[in-house]
């Protein structure tokens, strides 16, 4: 959809709000508007204490427009944008929802972390009951995504209370996979093509965690939790992987540690061998990823293993000692419908894993439009797999901890952490929440630090690549040393 902008420069947030609700058309600022199109004209201005944002909007060949207004006294810059951002987009919402079939389940909200905003409004001072209200009637979010946001942000609001402000988290980053899942949007690299970057990889990455070590004991600095990710981390041998975890030992201070995760990831990556190294390095959590539990999707996403072998490589790891084991799954996968994705979920209720995730197919960021439109469209058959594992999930015991959204999910939906009682990942909360600074190593890997006491986020990225960062040198770490080092 064309639009244009008056009394403001918000660009972003309109463009952000317009393809959420119309994700068949790529939004385009214009400074003339043909006769008979489709438009959104945007207006901002203030008067006074107050400031007011109109929307007008022909869509279908309807026109309509919708008004909203809000006090800004006392406010900040900041906070002057934060909600002028807000009821520009509100705005706009109410002037094109009446014309959709139904309105979207996460309402007027675009935004990644629904639960961080949910904490903003209670440290602003509103109650859980009143946050979930003005969730209501403020974004028009549904009652059930309202509850899944509420219930992260307490677990969230947890963690923050005991969480030390001398402690960080630490992810480690292996970009390999024994080959490209055809959904994957991340920096990995299959081992056809690039097994032979893997040991100078390892060596780049072995100097980066002594490096960081250091810097984070010169700063008193202690970790709470480590994540190795990926990639697909068991893509490494045993021998990789016992010495990659034998030198996190010996450089980090981990007298306090409280979760110690790798990600297993593919099950054709998976051995008893690597699963009993992985646990004598110290690692308690374990994700085994299926996304699918039957075989016909499986292979059209180009997963080379069956479901059968994901029970096998569950029955390794829980004989390999591991109290806890996380396992994820994609809802909208090709191919696969409510009924199958019932089945998963049944399936791995039935396993017992303390961790369920429950993701949503994102699609790649470089698709064409014809693919995202279609990727938006299985809205209503995710909602029911989203909904109908909801209802499993929540009577098999387990409860939503964390979530999550992307761009072009299907159905513009969300991914949910579920966990049995005292089992939520503490490095999923803070990583998704923003409420702890997390130090990254390895290629792709952002750090970032998180100041408690403005709110303030401050990232540095390593080289994206695994070539470039193996090339890297000491600009990682002096990059580090800044981050560390800001006031």
Not at 90 to 106: K, Q
Not at 296 to 304: S, T
Not at 351 to 379: C, F
Not at 438 to 453: C, F, L, N
Request: aromatic content about 6%.
């Amino acid at each position: 959809m064309i639009y244009q902008l008056e009394g403001h420069g918000l660009q972003h947030a309109v463009e952000e709000i317009l393809l959420h609700l119309i994700p068949a058309e790529i939004p385009a600022q214009t400074q003339s508007i043909p006769e008979a199109a489709d438009f959104c004209i945007s207006r901002l201005r203030q008067t006074g204490d107050m400031i007011q944002a109109e929307a007008e909007v022909q869509f279908h060949g309807v026109l309509r427009k919708a008004v909203r207004t809000a006090p800004v006294a006392g406010l900040d810059a900041r906070g002057e944008k934060r909600v002028a951002t807000e009821i520009v987009k509100l705005s706009i919402f109410d002037a094109i929802v009446p014309g959709l079939p139904e309105p979207p389940e996460w309402g007027s909200l675009t935004g990644v972390r629904p639960a961080k905003l949910a904490r903003g409004l209670m440290s602003r001072g509103k109650s859980r009951g009143q946050a979930a209200q003005y969730f209501r009637e403020q974004y028009q979010v549904s009652a059930a995504r309202t509850a899944l946001a509420m219930r992260a942000a307490a677990y969230a609001q947890a963690a923050l209370e005991e969480l030390p402000t001398d402690e960080v988290s630490l992810y480690i980053g292996i970009p390999f996979c024994p080959s490209r899942c055809a959904y994957c949007s991340f920096v990995s690299h299959s081992i056809e093509k690039s097994a032979a970057l893997i040991p100078a990889y390892l060596d780049a990455l072995c100097r980066e965690l002594e490096q960081t070590g250091a810097l984070l004991k010169e700063n008193g600095l202690k970790l709470s939790s480590i994540y190795i990710g990926g990639g697909t981390p068991t893509t490494l041998s045993a021998s990789q992987l016992a010495r990659l975890m034998e030198q996190t030992a010996k450089v980090f201070d981990l007298s306090r540690l409280r979760e110690y995760t790798v990600e297993a990831g593919r099950p054709d990556t998976i051995t008893a061998e690597k699963l009993v190294t992985i646990h004598a390095g110290g690692a308690d959590r374990i994700s085994i990823n299926p996304q699918s539990m039957n075989d016909a999707v499986l292979a059209r996403i180009g997963r080379r293993h069956s479901a059968a072998d994901v029970l096998s490589a569950y029955a390794l790891a829980r004989d390999a000692g591991f109290p806890i084991i996380n396992m994820d799954t994609i809802a909208g996968l090709a191919g696969d419908t409510p009924e199958s994705f019932a089945h998963t979920i049944d399936t791995l209720i039935d396993l017992a894993p303390e961790n369920i995730t429950v993701h949503t197919l994102a699609i790649k960021r470089g698709a064409n439009l014809s693919d995202k439109v279609a990727n938006m469209q299985q809205r209503d058959s995710v909602k029911i797999m989203l909904d109908a594992s909801a209802k499993a999930l929540g009577q098999a015991g387990y409860g939503p901890y964390y979530l999550y959204r992307q761009k072009f999910t299907a159905g513009g939906f969300e991914n949910v952490g579920w966990c049995k009682p005292d089992t939520e990942s503490l490095y999923n909360i803070v990583m998704m929440e923003e409420i702890q600074t997390i130090i990254s190593a390895g290629a792709g890997g952002v750090s970032k630090r998180v100041d408690r006491q403005t709110g303030k986020i401050t990232r540095v990225t390593n080289p994206k690549y695994p070539k470039e960062y193996i090339e890297a040198g000491s600009r990682i770490d002096m990059a580090k040393r800044r981050l560390i080092a800001e006031k």
